[in-house]
């Protein structure tokens, strides 16, 4: 028997479809400008090849991700969603940032995504993480003010708890959730058990573990012959496996190349038999990462 694990869709917050292969922005340079010219061919070719979610955030380059994409897809196909986070700052160090959940910060954080973006609004307005110093009621009460404003679409979490996503839902309607999640890293388990049984999109990110391409006995070994059997990389059988395991989980793999990005969206057609799939299960409970949490 075959379990299908070809992509489909999602409707985020049930109303906006996308094809449930995303792209991550992340990993685009915005400099030098052959780099830049490199970038924005990526995700291009990602859009002529039906990618229609891409996930980017201040954090990147303190808004020159979002600038990127702008210069290079604005006007958006309108089948497609870029969705943004904020709630990070800058230290002083560009490679460090701190929390910053004030609400104050917040607002500006999103009218600035507008204008880097170039949009009337946001689509999906992300929390990028929950500022400890600031109650999480304020600060997903503040995007709430962004929503009713006009200035948001749909609003999600990221790196949240059980708990805290259960106490914003009693705040606003939560269209997603980006945690860390892959086949070698499950700390997330009932998050996105949650959001399957409330049809919540869950954007796990660092979707392929290092691990699953690398040469490493144990888990990788079970990765590998599974990926052999399907002529496949053990990437794609990565990213196969979030496919299957739940209709709510969107992957959004990242790349800086044209060639990585088409081979991670044709993991959309491998198809995992049963017996693959408990392989695979069984490869995820050796990983050292199943055996404490973070």
């Given at each position: 028997m075959?379990?299908?694990?070809?992509?489909?869709?999602?409707r985020?917050?049930?109303?906006?479809?996308?094809?449930?292969?995303?792209?991550?922005?992340?990993?685009?340079?915005?400099?030098?400008a052959?780099?830049?010219?490199?970038?924005?061919?990526?995700?291009?070719?990602?859009?002529?090849?039906?990618?229609?979610?891409?996930?980017?955030?201040?954090?990147?380059?303190?808004?020159?991700?979002?600038?990127?994409?702008?210069?290079?897809?604005?006007?958006?196909?309108?089948?497609?969603?870029?969705?943004?986070?904020?709630?990070?700052?800058?230290?002083?160090d560009?490679?460090?940032?701190?929390?910053?959940?004030?609400?104050?910060?917040?607002?500006?954080?999103v009218?600035?995504?507008?204008?880097?973006?170039?949009?009337?609004?946001?689509?999906?307005?992300?929390?990028?993480?929950?500022?400890?110093?600031?109650?999480?009621?304020?600060?997903?009460?503040?995007?709430r003010?962004?929503?009713?404003?006009?200035?948001?679409?749909?609003?999600?979490?990221?790196?949240?708890?059980v708990?805290?996503?259960?106490?914003?839902?009693g705040?606003v309607?939560?269209?997603?959730?980006?945690?860390?999640?892959?086949?070698?890293?499950?700390?997330?388990?009932?998050?996105?058990?949650?959001?399957?049984?409330?049809?919540?999109?869950?954007?796990?990110?660092r979707?392929?573990?290092?691990?699953?391409?690398?040469?490493?006995?144990?888990?990788?070994d079970?990765?590998?012959a599974?990926?052999?059997e399907?002529?496949?990389?053990?990437?794609?059988?990565?990213?196969?496996?979030?496919?299957?395991?739940?209709?709510?989980?969107?992957?959004?793999?990242?790349?800086?190349?044209?060639?990585?990005?088409?081979?991670?969206?044709?993991?959309?057609?491998?198809?995992?038999?049963?017996?693959?799939?408990?392989?695979?299960?069984?490869?995820?409970?050796?990983?050292?990462?199943?055996?404490?949490?973070?």
């Amino acid at each position: 028997m075959t379990t299908g694990s070809t992509a489909g869709t999602f409707r985020i917050g049930g109303e906006r479809t996308v094809g449930r292969i995303g792209f991550g922005a992340m990993r685009l340079s915005t400099s030098p400008a052959e780099a830049r010219e490199t970038s924005k061919a990526v995700v291009r070719r990602a859009v002529e090849l039906g990618v229609t979610l891409i996930d980017t955030a201040q954090l990147y380059g303190w808004g020159a991700n979002e600038e990127l994409l702008a210069e290079a897809l604005h006007p958006y196909p309108e089948e497609l969603l870029v969705a943004t986070k904020v709630g990070v700052r800058p230290t002083g160090d560009e490679r460090e940032a701190d929390l910053d959940g004030r609400p104050e910060s917040l607002r500006r954080q999103v009218d600035e995504a507008i204008g880097r973006l170039r949009v009337e609004h946001l689509e999906l307005l992300q929390l990028h993480r929950v500022d400890p110093k600031v109650p999480l009621a304020d600060q997903v009460g503040a995007l709430r003010e962004c929503q009713l404003a006009g200035k948001i679409r749909h609003i999600g979490l990221s790196e949240v708890t059980v708990d805290e996503l259960e106490q914003a839902r009693g705040i606003v309607e939560v269209a997603s959730v980006q945690n860390r999640y892959n086949l070698l890293d499950r700390e997330y388990e009932a998050v996105l058990d949650a959001c399957e049984e409330a049809g919540i999109a869950f954007l796990p990110w660092r979707p392929v573990h290092t691990v699953a391409s690398s040469a490493e006995p144990g888990a990788a070994d079970g990765i590998a012959a599974v990926a052999e059997e399907l002529g496949a990389t053990p990437a794609q059988v990565a990213l196969a496996w979030l496919l299957a395991r739940s209709p709510v989980l969107l992957p959004i793999p990242g790349t800086g190349t044209v060639e990585h990005l088409e081979e991670n969206l044709a993991a959309a057609d491998l198809r995992l038999t049963d017996e693959q799939l408990q392989r695979l299960d069984q490869a995820s409970s050796q990983s050292p990462d199943q055996a404490s949490p973070h």
